[in-house]
């Protein structure tokens, strides 16, 4: 289903959700105001929202075709990764390592993957079988998770309902995206008939989410994002085919979209043995308005490309008590025929506007759109990007900030193969791993598996923009393999650092105090690594408060 999911999205994003409230919402929702101050003017103020963001997980994104190419229907990518699957030989579990690595990085509650569903063929039918949202690859995720030890990282699921519902279907029966035109409504999508097309709802995918997290896979629920103890499942917007006329006729959904809803709680309920958390697109309702806060734990209403407005980047709704907010950290893409999407990421100012207005509105759950979203110019991971992003690490440094949690964590890892500049003697990357340039990286199996910048030199240097440290003193501890002494020294906002001597390890990797630092308020620093000696491998340092 290679870009089936991204072009019906993108059609529902044309047919977005921002409005009004509607009375069944008895909240008030808090409406577009002016641009509020920047937190580098006041501070980001004490807020407590989980924030998370989806995270597309095809096999084209990650083996690195998504952002090989310059685009289709004349989109450019620009928001390619900076961990390079393409050029550079990994494999699947290489890019689930990075993804949580970056996805911790950032502080984020949650990662969602983004589930289009499998048809009901065997794998060994190679005309069925796709690996566009599989959500059997869920399992990979969990497993990155335990290789690194990371429990707090918790995970929601996202059902992309125009790809699961409606072309899976589709390319089961006809061998299309899209039935037969000829069709009539009802014939080309049963909406009132649930036996119909319930499966590739639920058996062909949320069930097959979920079943990671149950049964035999039991030990795994402790993974699991809950909204008020309950599992979050957030549903896209239908509108990619519902909103489709058939024949010349639109699909009647008065009623029967609430009959999946309900269904759905029904048989999570008893296949499970707890409630499931049912977040759903606000286009539910407007399409059935028989769809209420009754039906849903509650809506969103994602985000509008429409105008190239920042304030259409956001949107939050209040259901039930449950305040969702959505961002995207810009979008660039265009349609079809040829009508430019644009919201400008303004240098993260745009991302960042958006995040103070949860604050300030009191969001108790953010949904980012999309970590991983270089089709449309709307990704957070670290990035090649030198028109939209001002550095690798920004919209990850973004994140962070605000994070209601660890803003500024306790203890801070940093990973050298990942710095936003560096200067390196020599030509190309002589270890062939992790991102093009002349920065050798290699692997590096030191607690798990990750990278690590080998084959230094004196006079190199690596270079992050900014990085957290908190009040008062701060110690940073560096982590390397040498076989022979060498010296090193950290630079911390221009100020030079007194130079640490590196003993000769034999191969082992070791941790020692490299610098010690005090500073009379938060703040984002830049930081200078340089190689003042010798030829040490470094895996990454810590920022210890």
Excluded at 10 to 25: D, K, S
Excluded at 510 to 538: C, H, M, Q, Y
Aim: charged share 25%.
């Amino acid at each position: 289903m290679r870009h089936v999911g991204l072009l019906l999205c993108m059609a529902g994003l044309i047919m977005a959700c921002n409005g009004p409230g509607e009375e069944y919402i008895p909240e008030p929702v808090p409406k577009p105001e002016p641009t509020p101050v920047t937190p580098e003017e006041t501070g980001i103020p004490a807020h407590d929202f989980i924030m998370g963001s989806l995270l597309g997980f095809e096999r084209d994104v990650r083996n690195g075709n998504a952002g090989h190419s310059d685009g289709t229907n004349e989109t450019t990518y620009y928001n390619k990764p900076l961990f390079d699957a393409y050029d550079y030989e990994c494999d699947d579990s290489d890019w689930w390592d990075d993804i949580v690595e970056e996805y911790v990085y950032a502080g984020l509650d949650y990662i969602m993957p983004n589930c289009r569903g499998r048809l009901p063929k065997a794998d060994t039918d190679r005309s069925y079988y796709t690996d566009h949202g599989d959500p059997g690859h869920i399992k990979d995720l969990i497993a990155a998770l335990d290789r690194r030890g990371e429990t707090n990282l918790k995970i929601a699921i996202f059902d992309d309902a125009p790809a699961s519902w409606a072309a899976a279907r589709n390319m089961d029966l006809y061998r299309s995206y899209v039935p037969t035109m000829g069709d009539t409504a009802e014939d080309a999508y049963p909406i009132g008939d649930l036996d119909a097309f319930y499966k590739y709802v639920w058996d062909y995918n949320i069930k097959l989410a979920f079943d990671n997290f149950y049964g035999e896979n039991a030990a795994n629920n402790k993974y699991l994002l809950r909204i008020g103890g309950k599992p979050l499942l957030v549903i896209w917007s239908p509108n990619g085919f519902v909103n489709v006329p058939y024949g010349g006729v639109f699909l009647n959904c008065n009623g029967k979209l609430k009959a999946v809803i309900d269904r759905l709680h029904e048989d999570f309920k008893a296949t499970y043995g707890e409630e499931v958390h049912i977040c759903l697109d606000r286009a539910f309702y407007d399409r059935d308005k028989t769809v209420t806060s009754k039906v849903a734990d509650s809506m969103n209403d994602w985000f509008n490309t429409i105008k190239d407005d920042a304030a259409f980047s956001r949107s939050l709704r209040s259901t039930n008590k449950n305040i969702v907010g959505v961002s995207v950290p810009g979008f660039v893409a265009n349609d079809k025929k040829g009508s430019k999407m644009f919201i400008d990421a303004n240098h993260g100012k745009t991302l960042s506007d958006n995040l103070s207005y949860f604050i300030k509105n009191k969001a108790t759950l953010v949904i980012l759109e999309g970590f991983t979203d270089v089709y449309e110019n709307a990704s957070y991971w670290r990035s090649t990007d030198t028109k939209y992003y001002d550095f690798p690490n920004q919209r990850l440094n973004i994140l962070r900030k605000y994070s209601s949690k660890n803003a500024y964590p306790a203890k801070f890892r940093v990973e050298a193969e990942a710095c936003d500049s560096y200067k390196d003697n020599s030509t190309d990357n002589s270890g062939k791993q992790y991102r093009k340039g002349d920065l050798d990286v290699a692997r590096c199996v030191d607690g798990y598996k990750g990278w690590c910048v080998t084959g230094t030199e004196a006079g190199e240097w690596l270079k992050w923009v900014e990085l957290p440290y908190s009040k008062g003193k701060s110690t940073i501890k560096i982590r390397y393999a040498s076989a022979n002494a060498a010296k090193v020294s950290f630079d911390i906002d221009g100020k030079k650092g007194a130079e640490v001597s590196l003993p000769a390890t034999g191969g082992e990797w070791k941790e020692v105090s490299a610098a010690t630092v005090e500073f009379e308020e938060d703040g984002w620093r830049e930081t200078v690594l340089n190689i003042v000696s010798g030829s040490p491998d470094i895996n990454c340092f810590t920022i210890i408060h």
